[in-house]
């Protein structure tokens, strides 16, 4: 691939970007675009101008077109508006878009754009649970199905997906990414961008994505939602751009830039990351959205004083448009008159919004969204349902399960459903449910009274809430466990303890979960338990004692049939952390790449190493970790050669056999390491994965092609191969490894793109 390179400054700090050739990405301009566009902007007034910047929220959340009324539409006719946000409804919208291409001067179409994050009407499994399905496709078929439902209802953009890399469980929105890991992070983020996308943003029932937050939005100091991100550039392009390279790559219409500022410099006035690095050194050209306000929040950032001064800045930065906050509109006029030379920048923006549309093909037809008649059938239907069971299944992992406790055994003839979480068909839907409605989607207690039927007595007792202190209940849950055959205890958090704005210090079970959890355990008697949760939680004293754990996430609309589908064994669980879980709260963050320090860490408490003193080391249960109904077999690995130049590749094959009784799933997972290299490496780096079902006494071989460009580190503004030795991993999680072996790369080199967005070819035979 053809490079250049260049350096910039970012936060005061030299930043060299590789800029890669423009045909490495998606997003073509015809022709007719161009012209078009330079039409227009030729005939626009500054008022027309900031108005394709300007997007203003047309309704709330729980309000969605509210805020169409007569003077909103007056704006349109002025050409004061490019977008809405929180608007929906086939013929809602196509009135409202007759307006700006009938009645105003340009006529020129509306973008409408609303927060599609895990499905519009049918509700799919969270983002963090889509992830540990570790099937990319599962998440492609989530991401189409929500196009079909959203481009139905009229709309053309969806604010997804979030491809921050997570490492601090404490951050609240870990619940909208695909967690700690950037490899598996980018495969994900194009998978979605191809979903919702297709293959021709001018196709059918395609909307426009947005990969957000442009960059390190996951990277929080203490987890807390909106604070700084301290980097060094290594961690910056090793960890938390890969993702958003990888978006760009696949076509990735949209951008967002984050709240928070890295290493001093807020990202809606970064303009070396955002122009030098994004669009300069990646060649993406697409559209650069602000996060909701953010642009005046430069003002409290400290490096703006006034809102037009802010709206310069961002400006600069590349933020094309100006998310409810109303800057643009109203602060522009004023800083361009006190400096003209922001004019090629106004330019620059509306002519990004301008190709956005007409990329998306609604200059030709602005009506070619939104279908009153589809829309009254395709939402909730049953192939979208059936692809959210799917989903459901896949995205579940078994943590535990000592003694065979599950599936559950045709013997058990009374089983006890414990905690509040059971009957909760809102927290089932989980954070930003955009049009789910709780009504439609049925809890674990429903679909097990349904699927039980007569045979299996089901006794249900909530115990206790999820905030509520009150404990009165306990005691008869206590009472109907210590009744059953077997007790599921359904634990964890409700929606709402997760997500924007949601971060928390103490990510322990909440108080009422944990007095009801410990009574249900001391009872003694069989407890499986089914967590439900938008983020990895501490729960070493539960799960410790309990014999059986199920991760379910927030499942969406077939969360109930999905889980029991599990529990009764009509479906093997074969989901895999895509975060690890900590022993405790003081523990985060802790991730498995890490580097191994000079004194790494050792369980004997007579030695000074990396650990804490007060638990044990690492997490409870690792990245990648996640069992099955059956086990697996793993060969010795095979190489096809030893050596290779640092433009070569390795083959690197592992044969899988499942030697249980039942057909299941298993996500093979290779790691690779450079154990001397001129900079400390992390101690594990996943590199490849696939998941496989396989019949009892299938085996299947499982080769990755590893590139030695995929063990490049960043150095001196280079993606740097070392040559040297290179250790490579195959298991069932970062921790569980059956097999390993090594090649050597023969000569230095150099790579032209982020490791960890490079795709590792995967054969199965």
């Known amino acids: 691939m053809e490079a250049s390179r260049r350096t910039v400054l970012a936060g005061g700090a030299a930043l060299t970007v590789t800029a890669l050739s423009p045909a490495a990405h998606a997003l073509p301009a015809r022709p007719e675009h161009v012209r078009r566009v330079q039409d227009l902007l030729a005939q626009m007034t500054l008022e027309e101008k900031f108005g394709q910047l300007n997007q203003p929220a047309g309704g709330r959340q729980k309000a969605l077109n509210s805020r169409i009324d007569a003077a909103a539409l007056d704006l349109v006719r002025r050409g004061g508006v490019g977008s809405y946000l929180h608007v929906m409804g086939a013929q809602f919208l196509r ?13 020129i179409p509306l973008l ?27 998440a492609r078929k989530v991401a189409r199905m929500a196009a079909v439902e959203a481009s139905v209802a009229g709309l053309h953009w969806t604010f997804s997906p979030m491809v921050d890399i997570a490492r601090d469980p404490r951050w609240g929105r870990i619940v909208e990414g695909a967690g700690e890991d950037p490899f598996l992070g980018s495969a994900i983020a194009v998978a979605h961008v191809q979903g919702y996308q297709g293959d021709d943003l001018r196709g059918k029932d395609v909307v426009l994505s947005c990969a957000k937050h442009f960059v390190a939005y996951g990277a929080a100091e203490g987890g807390r939602d909106y604070d700084r991100a301290e980097l060094s550039d290594r961690t910056l392009q090793e960890v938390y751009l890969p993702p958003f390279y990888a978006s760009a790559k ?26 030098g690095l994004l669009r300069d050194g990646w060649k993406w050209d697409g559209l650069i959205v602000s996060d909701w306000g953010a642009i005046a929040e430069l003002i409290p950032h400290g490096v703006a004083g006034t809102p037009a001064e802010a709206a310069a800045l961002a400006l600069k930065a590349g933020v094309d448009m100006d998310m409810a906050g109303g800057i643009y509109v109203g602060a522009l006029r004023e800083a361009i008159a006190a400096d003209p030379s922001l004019m090629p920048y106004l330019d620059r923006s509306v002519g990004r919004v301008l ?11 602005p009506y070619r969204f939104g279908d009153p008649a589809r829309e009254k059938t395709v939402m909730l239907s049953p192939a979208h349902r059936a692809i959210a069971r799917e989903a459901a299944h896949k995205s579940m992992v078994l943590l535990k399960n000592e003694g065979g406790l599950l599936p559950i055994a045709p013997s058990v003839r009374r089983i006890a459903v414990v905690g509040a979480l059971a009957d909760d068909a809102s927290s089932a839907l989980g954070s930003w449910r955009a049009r789910g409605q709780a009504e439609e989607a049925k809890t674990l207690l429903t679909a097990l009274r349904e699927s039980a039927g007569s045979r299996v007595q089901i006794t249900y007792e909530p115990g206790a809430g999820t905030r509520d202190a009150n404990l009165a209940g306990v005691p008869a849950a206590v009472a109907v466990a210590q009744a059953a055959d077997l007790t599921l205890l359904v634990i964890g958090e409700d929606y709402d303890h997760s997500g924007e704005a949601r971060s928390r210090a103490d990510i322990n079970l909440p108080a009422p979960q944990a007095a009801l959890a410990k009574a249900v355990l001391d009872t003694g008697k069989p407890v499986v338990v089914v967590l439900m949760n938008g983020r990895p939680l501490a729960l070493a004293d539960v799960l410790t004692r309990a014999p059986a754990a199920l991760e379910t996430w ?14 009764f064994g009509k479906v093997a669980p074969g989901g895999k952390l895509p975060v690890g879980m900590p022993r405790a709260s003081g523990g985060a963050p802790a991730y498995y790449a890490h580097p191994p320090t000079g004194r790494p860490a050792d369980p004997d408490l007579a030695k000074d190493t990396a650990r804490y003193m007060d638990v044990d080391v690492g997490p409870l249960f690792p990245f990648g970790h996640g069992l099955s109904y059956a086990d697996f077999r793993y060969s010795e690995v095979t190489l096809d050669r030893r050596e290779v130049g640092p433009d070569g590749s390795v083959a690197i094959t592992v044969a899988i056999t499942n030697t249980g009784k039942v057909t299941a799933d298993e996500v093979v997972q290779l790691y690779m390491r450079d154990p001397v290299a001129a900079t400390a490496r992390p101690v594990k780096e996943l590199r490849g994965f696939k998941r496989l079902t396989l019949r009892p006494g299938e085996t299947r071989r499982v080769s990755f092609r590893l590139a030695a460009a995929q063990t490049a580190f960043w150095e001196a503004g280079r993606w740097r191969i070392q040559k040297g030795l290179i250790e490579v991993m195959v298991g069932a999680s970062s921790e569980d490894i059956r097999s390993r072996s090594s090649f050597t790369i023969t000569a230095d080199g150099w790579g032209a793109e982020p490791a960890a967005a490079i795709v590792t070819p995967t054969t199965v035979a």
Do not use: C
């Open 95 to 107: 009135d409202l878009q007759r307006v700006a291409v009938e009645e105003s001067r340009l006529k």
């Open 112 to 138: 409408f754009a609303m927060d599609v994050i895990h499905g519009f009407r049918t509700i799919y499994p969270v983002p963090l649970g889509i992830a540990a399905s570790f099937e990319p496709e599962v």
């Open 250 to 275: 696949a076509g990735a219409a949209t951008f967002m830039t984050a709240f928070n500022e890295v290493s001093g410099t807020p990202m809606h006035a970064n303009a070396p990351l955002n122009e």
């Open 355 to 365: 190709m956005t549309k007409a990329r998306l093909g609604l200059f030709e037809d």
């Open 554 to 567: 927030f499942l969406g609309v077939e969360s109930g049939p999905a889980i029991v589908d599990v529990l």
